[in-house]
DNA sequence: GATTCTATGATTGTCGGACAATCCGGCAAC
DNA sequence: GTTGCCGGATTGTCCGACAATCATAGAATC
């Protein structure tokens, strides 16, 4: 007879309770916005003590699997918000030692997909946020950090426009690893503000005709552009990126 | 006199441990390895009790800032392992309602290009560790949850030949989404064995020869295989992932 | 009756302390 | 040199406590 064991659930208690509540939040048993227990009765239904309760809470808190929403004290259940998720990844990244380069290279891998399927599934809303967005950078031209806040915005716009979450996700580290050498640029070079200028014209305006060639292509330049401008400023792509 | 004044640090305490902390392993002045003083001693420098060093220490650990090495109590610095953030980056997908389709269609994306720049920057060591995958995979065909992981790991060898962690990692989450129905899809499909072993034999040679093209071909007809293999196993790709 | 004030209770954030289990290092015994 | 044992350090967990905050219900006031 064999028998078959199942694998012992190892490890300390708050790691269990992190687990038990993990998995009912992504079996969504626990569906969204649901508001958890108090942590005594947490406590008490695990039979735990409530301080472990609450190295479990902050596990699930950061893993952005919980929240706290605005005038509750309760916890309650979130889908981990992009920008909470992409820094982790821009984190470990880092701690990687990633240079300019690789983060600059998944981008030409990227982007010009990503336009691509844009300009064939956009809706006229997207059409609308992207043209407000560029229209920001337009206008926001002047203040180098308004600049680059806005060039991202552009990028997520023209992402958001897929409609496929993971493309929007896998770009939003990206976009947060070059902000800062993207406003060393903008800072030290001329004409980089007209150069993305022209490039959101043709995009917003490939993506507008469903043209996805046309997008591509723009996106392409875009893309390639940074890599010019990187040249420009003087910053070696070799080097490692820091905070 | 214009007085600028820095933003207030708002928030318990246990939050900001993690972020002192945190901060200094970002920044690289506690280095990776480098072990971190007992709770107790943490939590007299501080200045806090030790319940509030472990809150923050639980937050460190889930973002594989930390973690405690074998045999040794001390927690010490870690960057965080590709696998751990993938799989964060895989739940939050899932709790965001990804379908088959949408992380199909980043891979349709992402691996093509990624097989064209292993071409060019594979070193003898990734051939070597590239074949012994393919290999692994044609020794295990005839358990499908061999098959799967092999599978799996062919992609990482090929990714990891570009020697850019960004493309590992972007990739790691979708095959991690992946796997459970490319599991269905080896259980349900005859052919798709034979098929999968081709296209792996088909990179290998490509990355030998440093061919590019025709490495991002047989990507291309690889990944595209998988979206025949959902139809021939009836998996609707509109369906949202789920554990 | 509507509104404002207040008391009350629930909940979190933080603290103090405690103790068993485990692990490290050193030292003695073999 | 290896083995075994002991003391100290460290974690995991518990108990209990209390201030601050916030919601709610109920009382007081207009």
New interface residues.
């Given amino acids: 007879m064999s028998v078959e064991f199942d694998q012992i659930a190892f490890g300390p208690a ?1 790691r269990k309770v992190a687990d038990a509540i993990g998995e009912r ?4 048993a626990l569906r ?1 916005g649901e508001r958890l227990p108090a942590e005594t009765e947490l406590a008490r239904q695990f039979g735990v003590h409530r ?1 472990t309760v ?3 809470l ?2 699930l ?5 919980l929240e706290r929403r605005a005038g509750s004290k309760l916890m309650s259940v979130s ?2 918000p ?1 920008a909470h ?1 992409a820094a ?2 821009s ?8 240079t300019v380069r ?2 600059w ?2 981008l ?3 982007e010009p ?2 336009a691509r ?1 844009a300009a064939r599934a956009r809706t006229a809303e997207d059409l609308a946020a992207l043209e407000a967005a560029t229209a920001a950078f337009g206008a926001g031209m002047a203040d180098p950090k308004e600049a680059v806040r806005h060039t991202s915005a552009v990028f997520r716009c023209i992402a958001g426009a897929t409609h ?4 929007g ?2 770009q939003e580290p ?1 976009l947060q690893l070059l902000e800062p050498s993207l406003r060393v640029i903008i800072d030290r070079v001329q004409q980089a503000r007209s150069r993305i200028g022209t490039a959101h014209a043709h995009l917003s305006e490939a993506l507008r005709a469903g043209n996805e060639v046309q997008a591509m292509r723009w996106m392409e330049r875009h893309i390639a552009d940074f890599s010019r401008g990187y040249e420009l400023a003087g910053i070696d792509m070799a080097l490692r990126l ?2």
């Fill in positions: 708050y939040i992504l079996t969504r969204e301080s609450r190295e479990a902050r596990e808190q950061s893993r952005g699997l889908r981990p992009r998720i982790g990844i984190h470990a990244l880092l701690l990687h030692d990633v690789d983060v290279q998944a030409t891998i990227l997909p990503i399927a496929n979450t993971v493309l996700l896998a990206l820091s905070l």
